[in-house]
């Protein structure tokens, strides 16, 4: 036990660089030791104007890896604090207790069960939930502000229909913050945008802001940061909105468009997916005429799909080792593991800017500080470009499920960043001997590795208690090519053939000799991004059928 100092809830300061025994009278093996713990954690808001601040809404779930007994949440707020505190899935409500003179909202729990460690959960829909939001809005701030208010000191804990409708009335009304972010995008639209059609007009403000919040910069105290440090969400609403309204384009407004440094206009985030939303059309008079429920809708799988276009060849001169070269052209909710793994800052500025240069034209000011720009980039471009090379290799590496490969070249050819090129498209090429095995007259090929990790459950995690919660809708694709060794031939192809599809996917595979080359084909792919707990057989079928094919592997027989 490592020794800690507190001191009134502002201090954690380490006593010594050693661990303590600590010894307890009569323990006994098969003892169960309750324990507690306390840690301090100081949070700054996540955005703030000359009078208020808002902090980043925080997700407790009350269950753990292991069972609880006991367990209490409690708020103090301080002046001008406001708390908004929402409990699902059976999480008890807040309940006012004075101490000392003062107001403490206070979630006592206990008797929990540990959370079931199984494939494809999701604890803040299934597990005792609080999430909370902190505001502090002085009084003179409190008519512009935009998140919902109770009273101050006291959790507010459900939102009435009048709470949205001044929401609404607020986010189709330009406040003077927002003004700001309004009139950049109006300065842009009436004297620098290049393209003067209307169809794609509101796709040339969308990657105009995108451009403006995540890749343009100003000084703060000798440190740079993005102007997406300026502003929430409700500004780019607000000021998107008011843009609209100008050119006479009617819309719907509601908080859900995802603009991230490489979001794509017209892409759905797909965590909100099958969320039921409220929205307001917005018309060409102006006026807010209603608040409307609809439900984002569910993406096909076809949307969000990985394909891997595979060459696999024997070394001419060891043949205990393969050459490999993948050909991945990755779509929708795949490009997220891609992005950060393989798009190094200089190729994302470079994207960004031969698009921008489509879209407007730039300013003297504007072109010193994209050379800039460029020359700051430049100085981290090798180190960059080296860890992303590692990040690459360990990956491949986890897909094979090998040890030793070495990354002989990767080529990225393109970002994905943009509705004219949506998808992210990359080549790689690598050798390793961990994938073949030779003994007499044989040559054997692990197939099934080359196709890479699928989900593999042992009899005991295929028990399932729960619903099933995936990310999104999906599909793969797999097309690997094998040149046959000279003098050889291959053997058992039929064990590569497969065949499952039901409510929840499916999976299929099968192999065949074409131009001396024996060829495997599979693909697999998710219905749903949510199936209930009795669908649970069939998908478990899919699962079983992708994970068997892994396991197979492909015989070459000496002539």
């Known amino acids: 036990m490592q020794m800690q100092k507190f001191r009134d809830g502002k201090e954690n300061r380490q006593l010594n660089s050693t661990y303590n025994k600590l010894a307890i009278d009569d323990l006994e093996t098969g003892d169960i030791i309750d324990y507690y713990i306390v840690s301090n954690k100081a949070s700054v808001p996540n955005s ?11 997700f407790i779930v009350l269950s753990s890896s292991y069972p609880i007994v006991k367990g209490k949440i409690g708020f103090l707020a301080e002046r001008n604090c406001y708390i908004n505190v929402a409990v699902s899935n059976g ?17 006592n729990y206990g008797d929990l ?21 902190v505001m502090i809005v002085p009084k003179m701030a409190l008519k512009d502000e935009k998140h919902f208010l109770g009273e101050q000191g006291i959790p507010k804990t459900s939102a009435t229909d009048e709470d949205y409708k001044q929401l609404f009335v607020k986010l189709t009304k330009l406040d003077d913050h927002a003004s700001r972010l309004y009139r950049v995008g109006q300065k842009f639209l009436k004297k620098k945008r290049i393209r003067e059609d209307k169809e794609s007009l509101v796709s040339d403000l969308y990657y105009f802001y995108r451009n403006y919040l995540h890749f343009n910069f100003y000084m703060y105290f000798y440190n740079w940061y993005p102007y997406s440090s300026q502003f929430d969400a409700f500004d780019f609403v607000q000021a998107f909105s008011e843009n609209l309204k100008d050119q006479k384009i009617d819309h719907e407004v509601f908080l859900g468009v995802d603009l991230d440094e490489s979001s794509v206009f017209g892409e759905t985030e797909f965590q909100l997916e099958g969320t039921t939303i409220r929205k307001v059309p917005i018309r060409k008079d102006k006026k807010m005429i209603s608040i409307d429920y609809d439900t984002i809708p569910l993406s096909n799988s ?5 394909s891997d276009f595979v060459q696999v060849s024997f070394d001419s001169l060891k043949p205990s080792v393969l050459n490999v070269t993948h050909k991945f052209v990755a779509n929708g909710c795949h490009k997220d593991m891609f992005e950060e793994m393989l798009i190094t800052p200089d190729a994302l500025f470079a994207n960004e800017f031969a ?26 471009k090798g180190k960059s470009a080296e860890k992303r090379k ?46 073949v095995k030779a003994g007499g007259s044989y040559l054997v090929i692990e197939l099934g590795k080359l196709v890479g990790k699928n989900i593999d459950l042992d009899e005991k995690e295929k028990i399932r208690s729960l619903d099933v919660y995936m990310p999104c809708p999906r599909s793969y694709g797999w097309n690997i090519e094998i040149k046959i ?7 058992g192809l039929d064990v590569f053939t497969r065949s499952v599809e039901n409510e929840t996917g499916g999976f299929k595979s099968s192999a065949f000799i074409t131009d001396n080359k024996v060829v495997l084909t599979a693909s697999k792919y998710y219905n749903s991004n949510y199936e209930p707990l009795e669908h649970w057989p069939a998908l478990l079928q899919v699962l079983d059928a992708a994970n068997d094919l892994v396991q197979q592997k492909l015989v070459f027989k000496k002539l």
Not at 93 to 102: L, T
Not at 302 to 306: N, Q, T
């Open 48 to 58: 703030s104007t000359t009078f208020s601040s808002v902090f980043d809404p925080a």
């Open 91 to 107: 999480a008890p409500e807040p309940v006012r207790n004075e101490k000392d003179g003062k107001d403490y909202y206070e979630i």
């Open 113 to 133: 069960e540990r959370i079931n460690t199984e494939l494809w959960t999701a604890p803040l829909k299934q597990e005792p939930t609080v999430k909370f939001q």
């Open 302 to 306: 076809s949307f969000s799909r990985l």
């Open 355 to 380: 698009l921008v240069d489509s879209l407007k034209e730039l300013d003297y000011t504007e072109k010193m500080a994209k050379t800039e720009t460029f020359i700051e980039i430049d100085k981290i």
């Open 390 to 435: 590692s990040m690459l290799t360990d990956w491949l590496k986890a897909s094979h499920m090998i040890s030793n490969l070495e990354l002989d070249a990767h080529w990225l050819k393109k970002l994905g960043r943009s509705d004219a090129d949506t998808e992210i498209t990359f080549d790689c090429a690598f050798h390793t001997a961990d994938l």
């Open 485 to 491: 060794p000279d003098g050889y031939a291959p053997s």
